[in-house]
């Protein structure tokens, strides 16, 4: 996901299904998914951002609950819940705080970064641009009953950024942490989208190594019941793309992950057919799609509640991959629905804002006509 590539533009996606009720355990584990049917306001005299930290050894804070019904920061921590509806705030196009009217569950504050320079001095990190004047629009969010997490990486982060971080992830995942407890946050998501990284005969650095290393120290670092997501690419959870090497990721410390928010865009080969390759029906069933994924066909399967079907808001929100309001609704979101119930991982849209009509579908008319989910 990428700020700069593309205009920041992203939806208040009003995301709620008609859901069957769950399968069972074992019918999860091998549904198949069923064929496709034919606030706040944002306060100008905001306290500064906390946003450049430079490396320290405090891993101090105030732990919350463990489980299932513990993953904030507060004495009174938010639940997380599936389906989820997660949406990525990466351009002030529309104020933060709008988003605490919309029905998405959690937030991505995008993108904490580290610099390319400094070499071998200490890592610090770069706060997300847009979230200038708006940090308290983070109490109004959870207020709303959000979850705000702060996605570290992003298709702007560069190899040269990354391979600071390689070999240096504890102190890379302390800094992340003290970042996510000064600021209040409920956790962290990893956009790491350095496709060299994992193949060729000399990548910058082991993107497979750096991800699950960063991953273990972070769940050490971070406060008790924190969050921590992925967002890979479609490509990368393929046995078509150098062998799928994200699902190496997920094979260590899937684990330690709450949700893998997969971008099904941007990468034509692997993102459609929708039926074939994001929901898997068919006699083509692509390994990277979301029944392939929980049926292992790539060699290792992931539960339906890890999975997060990601896409683009707006067609300007990425290259490739974007698909109408409705069709999103028809031809993803209810049959996935249908295949696992309330237990499926939910959706992502990359990213928020309030400006076109697509935008404004999502943020009111993807409810009608179907029922409202709570938390789970």
Same mark, same amino acid.
């Given at each position: 996901?990428?700020?700069?590539?593309?205009?920041?533009?992203?939806? &208040?996606?009003a995301t709620? !299904?008609l859901?069957?009720? +769950?399968?069972?355990?074992?019918?999860? /584990?091998? $549904?198949? =998914? @069923?064929p496709?049917?034919?606030?706040?306001?944002?306060?100008?005299?905001?306290?500064?951002?906390?946003?450049?930290?430079?490396?320290?050894?405090?891993?101090?804070?105030?732990?919350?609950?463990?489980?299932?019904a513990?993953?904030?920061?507060?004495?009174?921590?938010?639940?997380?819940?599936?389906?989820?509806?997660?949406?990525?705030?990466?351009?002030?196009?529309?104020?933060?705080?709008?988003?605490?009217?919309?029905?998405?569950?959690?937030?991505?504050?995008?993108?904490?970064?580290?610099?390319?320079?400094?070499?071998?001095?200490?890592?610090?990190?770069?706060?997300?641009?847009?979230m200038?004047?708006?940090w308290?629009?983070?109490?109004?969010?959870?207020? &709303?009953?959000?979850?705000v !997490?702060?996605?570290?990486g +992003?298709?702007?982060?560069?190899?040269? /950024?990354w $391979?600071? =971080? @390689?070999?240096?992830?504890?102190?890379?995942?302390?800094?992340?942490a003290?970042?996510?407890?000064?600021?209040?946050?409920?956790?962290?998501g990893?956009?790491f989208?350095?496709?060299?990284?994992?193949?060729?005969?000399?990548?910058?650095?082991?993107?497979?190594?750096?991800?699950?290393?960063l991953?273990?120290?972070?769940?050490?670092?971070?406060?008790?019941?924190?969050?921590?997501?992925?967002?890979?690419?479609?490509?990368?959870?393929?046995?078509?793309?150098?062998?799928a090497?994200?699902?190496?990721?997920?094979?260590?410390?899937?684990?330690?992950?709450?949700?893998?928010?997969?971008q099904?865009?941007?990468?034509?080969?692997?993102?459609?057919?929708?039926?074939?390759?994001?929901?898997?029906?068919?006699?083509?069933?692509?390994?990277?799609?979301?029944?392939?994924?929980?049926?292992?066909?790539?060699?290792?399967?992931?539960?339906?509640?890890?999975?997060?079907?990601?896409?683009?808001?707006?067609?300007?929100?990425?290259?490739?991959?974007h698909?109408?309001p409705?069709?999103?609704?028809?031809?993803?979101?209810?049959?996935?629905?249908?295949?696992?119930?309330?237990?499926?991982?939910?959706l992502?849209?990359?990213?928020?804002a309030?400006?076109?009509?697509?935008?404004?579908?999502?943020?009111?008319?993807?409810?009608?006509?179907?029922?409202?989910?709570?938390?789970?």
């Amino acid at each position: 996901m990428c700020r700069t590539r593309y205009r920041g533009i992203g939806a &208040a996606l009003a995301t709620a !299904l008609l859901l069957l009720p +769950g399968l069972s355990a074992a019918q999860e /584990a091998t $549904a198949s =998914v @069923a064929p496709a049917p034919p606030a706040g306001s944002n306060s100008d005299s905001a306290a500064a951002p906390k946003g450049t930290v430079a490396s320290q050894d405090d891993t101090g804070g105030v732990n919350g609950p463990s489980g299932d019904a513990a993953h904030g920061m507060d004495s009174a921590p938010l639940r997380d819940r599936t389906p989820r509806y997660i949406v990525y705030y990466g351009a002030k196009v529309s104020p933060l705080a709008d988003v605490a009217q919309t029905d998405f569950t959690h937030v991505h504050l995008s993108f904490l970064t580290v610099p390319e320079t400094g070499g071998a001095g200490p890592l610090t990190l770069v706060a997300p641009d847009v979230m200038e004047g708006q940090w308290p629009s983070v109490e109004v969010l959870k207020q &709303a009953g959000k979850l705000v !997490l702060v996605s570290f990486g +992003g298709g702007d982060m560069t190899a040269k /950024a990354w $391979a600071r =971080v @390689a070999g240096r992830e504890d102190e890379a995942a302390r800094l992340i942490a003290d970042f996510v407890k000064t600021n209040g946050l409920q956790g962290v998501g990893l956009d790491f989208e350095i496709s060299e990284s994992f193949h060729g005969k000399s990548p910058p650095f082991d993107g497979r190594k750096m991800l699950i290393d960063l991953t273990r120290a972070l769940r050490k670092a971070l406060p008790e019941g924190a969050l921590i997501s992925h967002a890979p690419e479609s490509a990368y959870l393929s046995r078509n793309w150098h062998g799928a090497p994200y699902l190496d990721v997920l094979r260590a410390v899937g684990d330690e992950i709450d949700w893998v928010a997969i971008q099904y865009y941007n990468n034509p080969a692997f993102d459609a057919p929708v039926a074939s390759h994001i929901l898997g029906t068919g006699d083509t069933v692509s390994d990277s799609s979301v029944a392939g994924l929980v049926q292992g066909l790539g060699g290792y399967a992931i539960p339906v509640k890890k999975l997060v079907v990601g896409k683009p808001i707006y067609h300007a929100d990425a290259s490739s991959g974007h698909m109408t309001p409705k069709d999103v609704r028809s031809q993803i979101l209810q049959p996935l629905a249908q295949a696992y119930g309330a237990g499926f991982g939910g959706l992502m849209g990359w990213q928020f804002a309030d400006d076109t009509e697509d935008h404004r579908y999502w943020n009111s008319d993807m409810a009608h006509g179907t029922a409202i989910l709570g938390s789970h």
